[in-house]
């Protein structure tokens, strides 16, 4: 379920929406006068039958070319296959008000329907497996429809009501004898003069009326092809490990289901820390740098805002990564402890694996943010060319993920994975220091720790692995205390990003 079902879901549904939300977030921002909100709403929707194609390939290699599963559980395995790819194609379907969502900044419906989506799942399989353990797969299948099921009625639903809230709002106020708007409506309407929906149909393809009076935007196209060239790449570099597991008997099924565990362990602060901070931060350079023109030539103040805001992401995500790899090396045989128990960390595998993670969780912090502003900035052409370097480092990182791990085990994925990331921090920060050089800016300057905070992180890390051996509870105070001692050496630090961040947060509360 973990590895090769999620792979399913994952592949299909990465490569059939990825090249085109970007694209369209880019369209959106920068092509306004070019592409009408018609076409971008027609172009989410090619998301479905691209979805729909890409499920008869993968279905097929799922079922018969990836390595074989038992007997008792081919049919369940089977029927989750179809499962998850109907549920791919289902979730689509609100693809178009997902980005709208996304455009507008309804963050908050964001965070609802994904607690709603995981919650759904979780509860449907928690309770067939609760009466029918030797069902689990098939429960599995059957919680990714209700979830995706979840996910199409929530994001209708919302813009269901917002929008006929939206438009009496608007007879309001319209009004010579206006009525004095209440706070949910101030929260919810309010600076939405540019929202061009009027009717929840709108939201289907064809519907919506085209000043342009083209179904598709050809620059549009173009944009989204040079990102599906990349799409694919980066697919392969995102899920490389899983799709070696699958295709070819390297580990174990054991040894998969550990390597994926502790995976899922460390993968915890990318998915609820740094990916938030990496989407949010490329919809804002996409609003901010134009892709086209040289930097000298835009806005200046606007170019030092964001050369100031990557540089305090950098600093900002860099530090977590920082304090993630010292005290991960201390304090993953505890954290796996309380999670699995004595059994799961016998033999030292689960330990080693983290401990070992922890260090691809500082390079991927840094690799999030400095490939996404380079994503954000680049031409089609400029995307074409890094295409090719992408195809390198696919090839090379599955070549070095059989070799290592045929060496190394389990533990030769985090070290492929790290080699390849390393590769590519080094390209997008070489594209960064180009682009600022000629403005005497610098905003890679974020990646080199203050001395205070660097010196405190040595000491901690020192004295943590110093009383590993301590009882539990010794030193996770320890490690506490440590933790308290680096993050105020960091403020310390950082004085005026915290003063900044100080202000941001009460003015946030006034409003």
């Not at 990564?321 to 016998?346: E, I, K, N, R, W």
């Amino acid at each position: 379920m973990n590895v090769r079902l999620l792979l399913l879901e994952s592949t299909l549904l990465f490569l059939s929406r990825e090249a085109i939300n970007r694209a369209a977030l880019s369209a959106n921002s920068q092509q306004r006068d070019r592409c009408s909100w018609a076409q971008l709403i027609n172009q989410m929707w090619l998301t479905v039958p691209i979805c729909a194609v890409l499920c008869g390939p993968c279905l097929y290699i799922w079922l018969n070319c990836l390595s074989t599963v038992d007997a008792i559980y081919s049919s369940q395995y089977e029927f989750a296959c179809y499962a998850v790819a109907v549920s791919c194609v289902l979730e689509l379907f609100a693809e178009s008000t997902v980005f709208v969502a996304q455009v507008f900044c309804f963050v908050k419906l964001k965070i609802l329907l994904n607690t709603l989506h995981i919650f759904v799942r979780s509860a449907i399989f928690l309770w067939i497996v609760i009466g029918d353990r030797s069902a689990a797969i098939t429960a599995f299948g059957i919680a990714q429809l209700a979830s995706a099921v979840t996910i199409v009625l929530g994001q209708y639903g919302f813009f269901y009501f917002y929008i006929g809230r939206f438009n009496d709002y608007k007879v309001q106020q319209g009004r010579k004898k206006q009525p004095t708007p209440t706070s949910w409506e101030l929260t919810l309407f309010e600076h939405m003069e540019d929202f061009p929906f009027t009717r929840l149909s709108e939201f289907l393809p064809g519907v919506m009326y085209d000043p342009i009076g083209k179904f598709f935007n050809r620059e549009l196209q173009t944009l989204t092809l040079s990102f599906v060239k990349q799409g694919v790449l980066k697919q392969i570099l995102t899920e490389g490990e899983k799709y070696v597991m699958s295709v070819s008997p390297v580990l174990s099924f054991g040894e998969q289901a550990t390597y994926d565990v502790v995976n899922n362990l460390g993968s915890m602060a990318a998915r609820f820390i740094f990916r938030p901070i990496e989407d949010s931060s490329y919809f804002y350079f996409t609003q901010t740098i134009s892709r086209d023109t040289r930097l000298a030539k835009q806005p200046q103040e606007q170019v030092r805002q964001a050369s100031s805001v990557l540089n305090n992401l950098l600093l900002g995500v860099s530090s977590i990564g920082l304090l993630a790899f010292t005290f991960g090396q201390s304090y993953s045989y505890p954290v796996l402890l309380l999670y699995g128990g004595p059994d799961f960390v016998a033999g030292g595998l689960p330990q080693s694996l983290l401990q070992w993670h922890c260090l691809a969780i500082y390079l991927l912090s840094v690799n999030g943010i400095s490939e996404g502003y380079m994503f954000a900035t680049n031409t089609s052409r400029d995307i074409d060319k890094y295409n090719y370097l992408m195809a390198i480092f696919s090839v090379s990182f599955l070549v070095l993920s059989y070799i290592l791990t045929g060496i190394f085990g389990p533990v030769g994925f985090i070290f492929a994975n790290c080699i390849n990331m390393l590769g590519r921090i080094l390209y997008s920060t070489y594209y960064i220091r180009q682009q600022y050089q000629p403005l005497s800016l610098n905003p890679l300057q974020g990646l080199k720790p203050a001395k205070l905070f660097g010196v405190t992180l040595i000491i901690s890390g020192i004295i943590c692995y110093w009383y590993q051996s301590a009882a539990l509870f010794t030193h996770l105070g320890i490690g506490l205390m440590a933790g308290i001692a680096c993050l105020l050496a960091w403020a310390l630090a950082h004085r005026d990003l915290v003063r900044l961040a100080w202000r941001y947060g009460r003015r946030i509360k006034i409003d």
